[in-house]
C-alpha cells in the first residue's frame, strides 16, 4: 500500500490571537500544539487484593507500577484505563470512581487513576510486562515502585477502602 | 533574532514497541504522537452568583461559556484553571474541588471543570470575550450556552451547592 507522505517548514512563532510560542509549519501554516498528556492507569481490586504488574521496558524497567498507560484519541479516560489495564495485565475491569488527578507540570502529564474492580481473576502477562499479579495490601511492593503516582494512588486507594464517595485527591507535591 | 526552523517529513507508521500508527519523521525519526488535549475551566460563583462570559472568537461566537481554555506545559490543571478564567474575565479565583470530568472522544478532548470561588468582586473583560458577568442561579442563560460542557457543569454545581465532598461527574452521553 501506497504510505502518502508529507514535509513540514516548522518555526517557533506567536501564532495570530495566541499568547504562546508554537512551532508553525512555514509552508502550510499548520501550528503544532505541544500540550499536556494524559496518562490513564487503574488500581484494580479482586477480593481486597490490588492488581499491579513489573514493568519490561524503560523507564523504570523491572519495577512495579498499576497499569497504566497514555490516553488515546477515540477513546473516554475511563475506557483507556481498561485498555490499558487489559493489555499489561489481560485482567477485565470495571471503573468504580476517579482515585487520584496528578499533574506533573515539569513532564508535562496529567494522571488520572481510577479505582476499580476486577471483573475475573484472569491475568495474561501483557508484551510491556514481565510480570502481573495480585497482592494482598501489607505485601504491596511500596519500596520498588515505578513512579511517584503509583505511590500516591497507592495510599490514595488505601485510605479510600470503605468509603463509598470519594474526591479525587491531586499531587501532594507541586513539581 | 534569528528563529531556527527546522524540516520534517513525515510518514505514517507504527513505530517499533507500539500497536498504533503515528505520524514518524523519516529524516529524524520524530514521533508526532496525536493525543487528546485537556480543557480546563471553573464555575467560579460569589455571594451565589455565577461568572460567565460571552465568547468574542470562533467557534460558537456570542455564546456564554464557563470560562477555560486549553491546558499549557509547565502548569497544574487547577493552575490551567485560574489563569484561564483570569484571562478571560480578569477573575481571580481559588479552587475548590473537581466538579466534572468529561471525555470528548470525537473531538479528541478531556474538559476538567473545577468548582471555584472568586476572590474579589474584580471583573475585566479579556481579548477572547465581549462580555463578563456575574448571572444569579435562576436567570443563567442556559439556552444560548456555547457548548454541551458548559451545560453539564453548570447543571452539576447546582446539583453540588451544599455539598462539601463531591465526587466528579463524567459526560452525561458517549459521543
Known amino acids: 500500500m501506497d504510505t502518502p507522505e508529507f514535509s513540514a517548514r516548522f ?3 506567536i501564532p495570530d490571537g495566541d499568547n ?4 508553525v509549519c512555514q509552508d502550510c501554516g499548520f501550528i503544532h500544539y505541544d500540550n499536556p498528556r494524559i496518562v490513564v492507569g487503574a488500581v484494580a481490586s479482586l477480593d481486597g487484593q490490588i492488581l499491579l504488574c513489573r514493568r519490561a ?7 512495579w507500577t498499576v497499569p497504566g498507560g497514555f490516553m488515546e484519541n477515540n477513546e ?5 484505563a481498561i485498555r490499558e489495564t487489559l493489555e499489561e495485565t489481560g485482567a477485565s ?3 468504580r470512581d476517579l482515585l487520584g488527578i496528578y499533574s506533573l507540570p515539569h513532564i508535562g502529564q496529567v494522571h488520572l487513576v481510577y479505582r476499580a474492580r476486577m471483573l475475573a481473576p484472569h491475568i ?6 514481565v510480570e502481573a ?9 511500596m519500596g520498588n515502585l515505578a513512579f511517584p503516582t503509583n505511590t500516591w494512588a497507592l495510599e490514595h486507594f488505601l485510605e479510600a477502602r470503605g468509603k463509598d464517595l470519594i474526591a479525587p485527591r ?4 507541586r513539581f
Open 133 to 141: 499479579r495480585l497482592f494482598d495490601v501489607d505485601e504491596l511492593p
Open 20 to 23: 504562546r510560542e508554537r512551532m
Open 57 to 63: 521496558i524503560e523507564p523504570r524497567t523491572g519495577y
Open 170 to 173: 491531586t499531587s501532594p507535591v
Open 11 to 13: 518555526r517557533r512563532e
Open 93 to 95: 475491569i470495571e471503573v
Open 124 to 129: 495474561e502477562v501483557g508484551p510491556e510486562c
Open 76 to 80: 473516554t479516560a475511563e475506557e483507556g
